[in-house]
């Protein structure tokens, strides 16, 4: 009864936690798709058409029907896991595409040195937007869930630890803080930097995972894609 109380006053003196919008999000994915299309035509999966079509079926009634992630149902809850994974299985067969082309024989009569340089550019960038996406849909059971007070004041529910979390649960109460995708963009660019985590560290099984293969995609992305870009630049 006590803690509870205590509860029901800090967000009385402090405020309920805010909605979380779709469209911080949704501008990820448009972002995405613009470097996808973008793209030298031989690295692109299947028509040109294809992955926008896909993505903004699913995105553009979510914005209209959904557009705050506070009590979603299951359906809506459904549709955007969906769309981030077929965001990322064109990702990765996109990477895997432009690794056959580089191991053929004559792949320096297909690309310039300077097409792959922006390629391993858009490519990474698409890797880091796409795992953001990622943090930020599974996180704590998804961004509805974190709505809920009861997710600053346990965060250790969470697939991940925000150095802000650690603070004392008063402070945290007063700054009315919780992760947004912002947050979670900056640790997929962090993770795809350093290729480990800086401030924010994984608590889970899925979050670890999902980690090491943002890692491991754009460890492969700078090592040899990259790399061989500049390696005819420099010839």
């Keep these: 009864m006590q803690s509870s109380s205590r509860l029901r006053t800090r967000n009385f003196m402090y405020g309920t936690l805010k909605e979380e919008p779709r469209w911080h999000a949704a501008l990820a994915v448009v972002a995405i798709l613009a470097l996808y299309a973008t ?75 300077e097409q792959l340089l922006v390629a391993a550019v858009q490519i990474w960038l698409t890797n880091m937007l796409v795992y953001a996406l990622w943090f930020w849909e599974i996180d704590g059971g998804g961004p509805s869930a974190r709505c809920h007070q009861s997710f600053v004041d346990n965060p250790e529910l969470g697939d991940f630890m925000f150095s802000q979390s650690l603070l004392d649960p008063e402070l945290r109460a007063k700054l009315n803080w919780r992760p947004r995708f912002l947050d979670y963009l900056f640790l997929a660019f962090t993770n795809a930097t350093a290729f480990s985590p800086t401030d ?9 995972v999902l980690m090491m293969a943002e890692a491991l995609t754009s460890l492969v ?8 870009a500049i390696n005819i630049l420099g010839s």
């Design 200 to 208: 924010t560290f994984p608590l889970t099984s899925l979050g670890k």
């Design 221 to 228: 992305t700078i090592a040899i894609v990259a790399g061989r």
């Design 39 to 113: 793209l030298p035509p031989r690295i692109i999966v299947g028509p040109f058409w294809l992955l926008p079509l896909l993505v903004l079926g699913i995105l553009v009634p979510l914005l209209i029907l959904a557009p705050h992630r506070h009590r979603e149902n299951e359906r809506a809850r459904f549709a955007s896991i969906a769309h981030i994974a077929i965001l990322s299985v064109f990702n990765v067969a996109t990477i895997a595409l432009f690794l056959v082309q580089l191991l053929t024989t004559h792949h320096h009569r297909i690309f310039t040195g």
